[in-house]
């Protein structure tokens, strides 16, 4: 079947089977769509129906559906809502102690640099870096 575009006649060549009882088509060269609907006859050139626009303006609003699950569900019971709190608690615990310690081994290295470069001489490269001497 040979159709062409209402808008730029541009014409195409596509297979009746394809077109069925009628099919939505988007010309190639200009971007229009227009409805195709087969012919009464096999000879008799495709009818073209223009669609009309989409409306101008922002899509209907349409409301959430009620089926929805939320992100975080409520716990179910009081003793649920404990364990969460403490497991919350033990979690902050663990990264104020992993602070507390990297502290800690930080003002040793720092109190005891002396030793530290007799032991290791290679260090004396760090405190150098960070603009102290060896002794403390």
């Given amino acids: ?3 062409a575009c209402p808008t730029c006649d541009a014409t195409y060549e ?3 089977a394809l ?3 009628g099919r939505l088509l988007r010309c190639a060269k200009c971007g229009h769509d227009w ?3 087969p012919a009464a006859g096999d000879s008799a050139p495709a009818a073209a129906t223009p669609v009309p626009p989409p409306p101008e303006g922002p899509p209907p609003f349409r409301p959430p559906s009620r089926q929805a699950q939320p992100i975080h569900p409520p716990l ?3 003793a649920e809502q404990r364990r969460a709190r ?3 608690m033990l979690l902050w615990a663990a990264w104020i102690g992993s602070g507390v310690l990297l502290a800690a081994l930080g003002a040793g290295a720092w109190a ?3 030793p530290i470069v007799e032991a290791w001489p290679p260090a004396a490269r760090l405190y150098l870096l960070l603009g102290a001497s060896q002794t403390g």
Avoid: E, K, L, S
Wanted: hydrophobic content about 45%; proline content about 14%.
């Fill in 76 to 78: 179910p019971n009081p």
């Fill in 35 to 37: 409805m195709v609907r």
């Fill in 14 to 16: 596509v297979p009746d």
């Fill in 112 to 114: 005891y640099r002396g």
């Fill in 1 to 3: 079947m040979r159709i």
């Fill in 19 to 21: 077109i069925g009882g």
């Fill in 86 to 88: 403490a497991a919350a």
